[in-house]
């Protein structure tokens, strides 16, 4: 399994909370950085002072973020050279058309509902993490 | 004398002439005077009318006008101009404005009254339709707040019950020794009462996008749909012993999407009602109706209802049966309703306690097809 960083944009702290012990349970032991809106995500990712080197592995992105909304961060994702390749993994509460269609516009690789049920969120936790820090093989440095 | 003459002639060339319809009426209100435009306007010769009640110009809801002006105009008082209906020779109605003034012989006495009157159809047909397009804006914005209220619920009720089933979880999970049997069991309760409102939640915007999308007609055999439907159930619930009886073909023009939430949800309850008999019996077929072409029916015998609360049966959210003895949201025959009343229809069910239910409805009711 890549050991690159996993960045979560989550604004919910409970999610934050359950999403981290959904990975740990999981054992995906990657380190995890989490944003906890837009504007703190791009400075995780963009800013020289705070941007971690490698880069994340893998994003898992929450649509509706104070100050810089998810749809904006990835599409700032998608627009710089450093990030431009990174899966981003679309995690939220929404199965609104207009959010799934605008996601993929946006260059999402993938759109999650999470799930009510703890049992079947960790399972959707579970899956994200192996297929895109196990399965798929990850761009090319 | 021959200027009164000149004015005469100058007078009966105006209202000649006029496209309003300009009637004379005695004080006992029979018609004395009728112009081009009168007979163009209510369909009557001159020669038919003169001499009748003018009140046969009269829609029934404005009887009893004419001769009420007629009393004012009688005792000196100024009519302003009015709108109202009229009635034509062949029966149908039209819209009017009204203006009503005395005739007065040389002495100054009173001896009749003129009613000058304008068909206003086209006016009214444009005021409606200024009205509409109001509405359709008033509309639109209403549907723009649904949409945003739409968004939040989706988005912002379940993260709080994602928290509390999480939780609830992990207590469960990494404390559960501690809890206890009971302990063990209220965290339990709280995972289901969370998942159960994440369903409600589901079911209520299911609801709010149905009467909100497009409908496409298309031919639709109910009686096929029924009969994939009934096997879907017996599928998932092999051990059952539950008998089908499908009138086939039964062909509608409807939706077909929106067809077979009706048809799932109707058969889905007559499953779910029947579930404790051993000689289960569910049809589903067509009736003759009273004022329909034809009524369509889903029986069961199973459980049944109290007729007492069957108003309450298609409110979102009712339920009639408790949930530990048959589960649901509750929102299932709001969904039916709804449907069937997009596509012209409606729903009613018939049924007591423990023999039965059975869910009758129409579709497009105005056209006979």
């Known amino acids: 399994m890549t050991s690159r960083p996993i960045l979560l944009v989550e604004d919910n702290p409970d999610d934050v909370a359950l999403t981290l012990r959904a990975l740990k349970k999981n054992n995906i032991l990657n380190p995890i950085s989490v944003a906890t809106d837009g504007a703190e995500a ?12 490698t880069g994340p592995g893998l994003i898992l992105l929450d649509l509706k973020l104070p100050k810089v909304d998810g749809l904006e961060v990835l599409h700032r994702i998608r627009g710089d050279e450093r990030t431009k390749l990174v899966p981003v993994v679309v995690l939220t509460s929404s199965k609104l058309e207009e959010d799934i269609l605008s996601s993929y516009r946006n260059g999402a690789n993938a759109y999650v509902r999470k799930p009510v049920n703890f049992a079947e969120f960790a399972e959707a936790i579970k899956t994200v993490g192996l297929f895109w820090l196990l399965l798929n093989e990850p761009v090319p440095d | 004398m021959s ?20 009637v004379g009426e005695s004080l006992d209100g029979m018609i004395t005077s009728w112009n081009p435009a009168a007979e163009g306007m209510y369909g009557y010769a001159a020669a ?15 009887e009893g006008e004419g001769r009420e002006t007629l009393a004012r105009i009688g005792r000196g008082e100024h009519v302003p101009h009015y709108e109202t209906y009229r009635r034509r020779k062949d029966g149908t109605d039209f819209p009017a404005s009204v203006t009503v003034s005395p005739i007065r012989d040389e002495a100054g006495r009173l001896i009749g009254a003129s009613s000058i009157t304008r068909d206003v159809t086209e006016q009214a047909h444009a005021r409606t339709a200024a009205e509409v397009l109001h509405r359709a804006d008033d509309l639109r914005r209403a549907n723009g ?12 009720l379940r993260a709080p019950l994602r928290a509390m089933s999480g939780f609830s979880t992990a207590l469960l999970e990494e404390y559960g020794d501690v809890l206890g049997e009971d302990g063990r069991g209220y965290a339990g309760r709280i995972v289901a009462a969370s998942e159960h409102m994440a369903a409600l939640i589901d079911n209520l915007l299911r609801l709010s996008r149905l009467s909100r999308t497009e409908m496409h007609l298309d031919p639709v055999d109910l009686g096929a749909e029924s009969a994939q439907i009934a096997a879907e159930l017996q599928d998932a619930d092999p051990g059952r012993l539950t008998r089908f009886t499908i009138q086939r073909p039964v062909q509608v ?5 929106l067809m077979r939430m009706v048809m799932h949800n109707l058969l889905g309850n007559a499953w779910k009602f029947t579930s404790g008999r051993d000689d289960a019996l569910i049809e589903f077929g067509t009736t003759p109706a009273g004022d329909a072409p034809v009524c369509y029916y889903v029986r069961d015998n199973g459980a049944g209802f109290d007729p007492a609360y069957s108003h309450k049966l298609f409110s979102p959210f009712q339920r ?31 049924g007591a306690v423990g023999s039965g239910a059975t869910f009758y409805f129409t579709l497009d009711e105005e056209e006979s097809t």
Do not use: M
């Open chain 1, 42 to 53: 791009l400075k995780i990712l963009f800013d020289a002072d705070h941007a971690d080197p």
């Open chain 2, 320 to 350: 009639l049966h408790a949930a530990s003895e048959f589960p649901g949201t509750g929102i299932g025959l709001a969904i039916v309703q709804l449907i069937v009343e997009r596509h012209g229809g409606r729903v009613w069910a018939e």
């Open chain 2, 48 to 62: 038919e009318i003169i001499g009748r009640p003018a009140t046969v110009l009269c829609a029934p809801c404005g």
């Open chain 2, 3 to 22: 200027r009164d003459r000149a004015s005469a002639r100058l007078f009966s060339a105006i209202v000649n002439s006029s496209d309003d319809a300009i």
């Open chain 2, 253 to 257: 023009q409807a939706d077909r999407a």
């Open chain 2, 145 to 156: 707040s649904l949409e945003s209220f739409t968004y939040s619920v989706s988005h912002d």
